[in-house]
């Protein structure tokens, strides 16, 4: 790569309203609610979303093990479920209806509250303003109102617990009809309705947030950082923003005919319906399979809504604990853009035996499968970057080393489910659990642990504790493999998934023995995850202070003052000279090589002297000569006179 | 302030506002509402099922009406901006004021449209299923009457910006935005008169 100056626009300081102060080392005083609540500051805000995600991630994860626990023992009682649930665990046994509710719920929750908001939320808001060089985001009202439809929409969705017909029970995807009639199950009533509110709050909160990510990058970055200089984890934020530009107004058009369906008597999605008890309904000419189409073109890129931050961030955390340039920084950008453009074209391999055209089911299976060539091209990559490379392992590494393992062992699976004949076997099974989870599910929160662990020097200016960090690293990585490995073969003998109780079938109990090993091992994951909330917070408050660049890495948030400041750089903005993964240069004493440093007229990249041997120069002929004579060596077999 | 910070500041100024950025994006993202719900449309339309039972109506007249006046208020729209831009400043605020009525008469014929269609036995929920094509409309016009809602909200903020001499020739940000949106939204509604006309 030569060293073009690729400086798209004279935007070198954006003059938002920072900038009017002037000088940026006086503190100015703060009320509490503007700076700790209606905080403008992008550094607050990505709090903001990293402890609401976390505080979701807990019911999340509290919701998945009550479920687990009537899936192990279905036949107990457990008086926990009667004080956590009331009515809805009566005599301690879990209510099916309930357990349909925290299901959803649990899903609903980790993709959008977490791993949507909560991962790329958090990091898209702390680090694009500090890695490409600008004051803040190109519009801090707009990203504080991002974060509070968030939490808005956090608070509506938790609420409909407190309802007496308990929250939303369709499953994540809330597939009509019963999503679409209120009399289909208890959780089809009122709790739906809040699901429903609380996701179209949440679109205009992505909405809001990935605008804004989009122009801040696109338009703010400091004097030098031209795209090709950008760090991966903004390509990562900025491709992630662009698909959720794209595709959540959809699901706002998807959610808006199902609330018109519900409340207003019209029938997108509802044909020729008896109702037990109610008879025939009124509704016809509907089609649920539209509603299938409609979520899908949201769903599918939304998985990678989920898993390019993570891959973003892997990257980052990978190439500065390698102490290595990234394997192909080039490829990485241009796999990241396949995966995007890929993913709007493959949303049919979730609809497969929804009795589509086998002709177009073929089409969907072909464009699934060549995602796993960027996919693959990313895998070797990071695997590239660590072959040779002089490890840290600090926990972060650790994370971003076990997302590329959970990414290689949950991504295979996905071939296998890409393929239309199988997927007939295989669809609503265990199997598709065991692959999501893995996938996208475990993979992305690695992602997301690896960014907590990286950045939480810059984020709070503390140190987390690597002794529970390691151990939280082994628990949750040993029990993520414990919990989701078996449910492949599961799902290979066709135990289906959202079934509240298996004992009651005999093909299913054998599987009995599976499932408490399953349970247990999912307690295990609890276990480490409260040893990561106590690091957590206790090193807020307690942990030692960080230095300014405690990994020694080359990105410019860490040129900003441990204390964080308004507008970021005490001084002027740093101009950047280079790319973000100069790790140990040979014409470098020091390993790595911070991109505001101007060096000593060192090239931009390093390329090992080809030794050149001067004595040799080859034979000398007139190149017609060689041209013909070429022939006469090919035909006829004549010696080469060296 | 840095003489820096001050010289970045004043070549910012021509470059492509983030402003004006923000606004192309929440295009593109409304856009994409309008595409899901034409696609929606069309799938329904064409889908084996419910072939037979769709229902095809012709277009109540107050929708034609409505878009010669989408159209015109685009006009005047343009000539507020082309006003600004020539620094004829006390023009902008009649200008706009026309625009803003014509705006609010696109809304009321808007309504009357759908009075009409009621007139017509098509409700917004349906009772036959070929009746889906009406719900469609509904929801079509409907969509895009709440987006107008939101230019007229941006053209009123834009009048009472240039009653206050607030909107010149060095300062186009905020018509340029007004503009751009309210173009938007004239394309797009011309877009579904055409689709509804052409795949009733």
């Given at each position: 790569m030569s060293t073009v100056e690729i400086t798209a626009n004279p935007t070198i300081d954006s003059p938002t309203h920072h900038d009017e102060h002037g000088h940026h080392d006086h503190h100015h005083k703060q009320s509490f609610i503007s700076k700790y609540i209606f905080s403008t500051d992008h550094k607050m805000i990505s709090k903001q979303y990293l402890i609401t995600g976390i505080i979701m991630g807990c019911f999340g994860m509290g919701m998945s093990l009550l479920f687990r626990m009537q899936l192990a023992w279905p036949d107990e009682t457990f008086p926990l479920f009667e004080s956590l649930l009331g009515k809805w665990g009566k005599g301690g046994k879990l209510d099916p209806n309930y357990y349909m509710a925290l299901v959803t719920i649990h899903g609903t929750i980790m993709v959008f509250?977490?791993?949507?908001a909560g991962l790329s939320g958090t990091f898209s808001n702390l680090l694009i303003p500090l890695q490409v060089g600008a004051r803040d985001m190109a519009s801090p009202f707009m990203n504080m109102l991002s974060y509070w439809f968030f939490f808005l929409s956090s608070v509506v969705l938790m609420s409909s617990f407190l309802v007496e017909t308990g929250p939303a029970s369709s499953g994540w995807t809330v597939y009509p009809p019963l999503s679409a009639l209120?009399?289909?199950?208890?959780?089809?009533g009122l709790g739906t309705t809040l699901w429903l509110v609380a996701i179209i709050l949440f679109i205009v909160s992505a909405l809001l947030g990935g605008i804004n990510y989009i122009v801040t990058v696109l338009n703010m970055r400091t004097k030098g950082m031209s795209m090709n200089r950008l760090p991966l984890t903004i390509w990562a934020f900025l491709l992630t923003a662009v698909l959720g530009l794209l595709s959540f107004p959809v699901l706002l058009g998807a959610g808006l005919l199902l609330i018109f369906d519900r409340s207003f008597g019209t029938s997108f999605y509802l044909s020729d319906i008896h109702l037990n008890g109610v008879g025939a309904l009124s509704n016809s000419g509907g089609s649920p399979v539209l509603y299938q189409h409609l979520f899908w073109f949201l769903g599918h890129p939304e998985v990678y809504i989920i898993l390019m931050p993570a891959l973003g961030i892997s990257s980052e955390v990978i190439s500065t604990n390698a102490r290595k340039p990234i394997f192909g920084y080039t490829a990485m950008v241009i796999s990241l853009i396949g995966i995007s453009f890929l993913s709007f074209i493959v949303w049919g391999h979730h609809m497969f035996i929804t009795g589509m055209n086998p002709f177009l089911g073929t089409m969907f299976m072909y464009v699934t499968l060549i995602i796993a060539v960027p996919s693959a091209v990313k895998t070797f990559n990071y695997l590239a970057t660590l072959w040779k490379g002089n490890i840290r392992f600090t926990t972060g590494m650790m994370f971003a080393i076990g997302l590329v393992s959970l990414f290689i062992s949950g991504g295979l699976t996905g071939i296998y489910l890409g393929n239309a004949a199988l997927d007939i076997q295989l669809h609503d099974s265990y199997f598709v659990v065991a692959h999501f989870h893995l996938v996208m599910g475990s993979a992305a929160i690695f992602g997301m642990f690896a960014g907590i662990y990286h950045w939480f020097p810059k984020m709070f200016g503390k140190m987390m504790n690597k002794t529970l960090g390691t151990l939280h690293f082994w628990l949750t990585f040993i029990s993520a493999y414990l919990v989701f490995f078996p449910m492949h073969f599961m799902g290979l003998a066709g135990?289906?998934?959202?079934?509240?109780?298996?004992?009651?079938?005999p093909e299913f109990d054998i599987w009995m023995d599976v499932n408490v090993f399953i349970t247990v091992s999912a307690f295990l994951g609890g276990v480490a995850q409260l040893l990561f909330l106590y690091n957590f917070f206790n090193s807020i408050f307690r942990g030692e202070k960080a230095t300014k660049n405690p990994w020694e890495s080359n990105t410019l948030e860490w040129t900003t003052p441990v204390e964080h400041i308004h507008g970021n750089w005490p001084g002027a903005i740093p101009t950047v000279y280079r790319g973000p993964h100069e790790y140990s240069r040979p014409d470098r004493e020091s390993d790595y090589f911070p991109q505001n440093d101007p060096g000593n007229g060192e090239p931009e990249h390093y390329h090992a002297p080809v030794p050149i041997d001067t004595s040799y120069s080859g034979p000398k002929e007139k190149p017609s000569k060689v041209f013909f004579s070429s022939f006469a060596h090919l035909f006829l077999a004549k010696k080469v006179q060296a | 302030m840095s003489t820096n910070n001050i010289q970045s500041m004043s070549t910012h100024k021509n470059s492509f506002s983030e402003k004006t950025f923000i606004t192309w994006l929440f295009i593109v993202a409304s856009s994409m509402l309008f595409i899901a719900f034409s696609s929606a449309y069309w799938v329904h339309k064409t889908d084996g099922m419910n072939n037979n039972a769709w229902l095809s109506f012709d277009l109540p007249i107050q929708f034609w009406i409505s878009t010669v006046i989408v159209f015109i208020s685009s006009v005047f729209m343009q000539f507020s901006f082309n006003a600004a831009k020539n620094d004829n400043v006390y023009k902008i605020p009649s200008l706009l004021t026309i625009t803003l009525i014509l705006a609010l008469s696109f809304c009321v014929s808007q309504y009357l449209a759908w009075v009409e269609m009621k007139d017509m036995g098509?409700?917004?929920?349906?009772?036959?299923?070929?009746?889906i094509s009406a719900s469609f409309v509904y929801v079509l016009s409907g969509v895009h009457l709440f987006h107008i809602l939101g230019g007229i909200v941006l053209i009123i903020i834009a009048l009472v910006k240039s009653t206050r001499l607030e909107i010149h020739k060095k300062s186009m940000v905020f018509i340029n935005i007004c503009k751009t949106y309210w173009h938007f939204l004239g394309i797009v509604w011309i877009f579904l008169i055409l689709f509804l006309y052409f795949a009733k």
């Open positions: 509250y977490v791993l949507t209120e009399k289909a199950m208890p959780g089809s135990v289906p998934r959202r079934y509240y109780q298996f004992s009651l079938i | 098509l409700f917004f929920s349906n009772r036959e299923p070929g009746e």
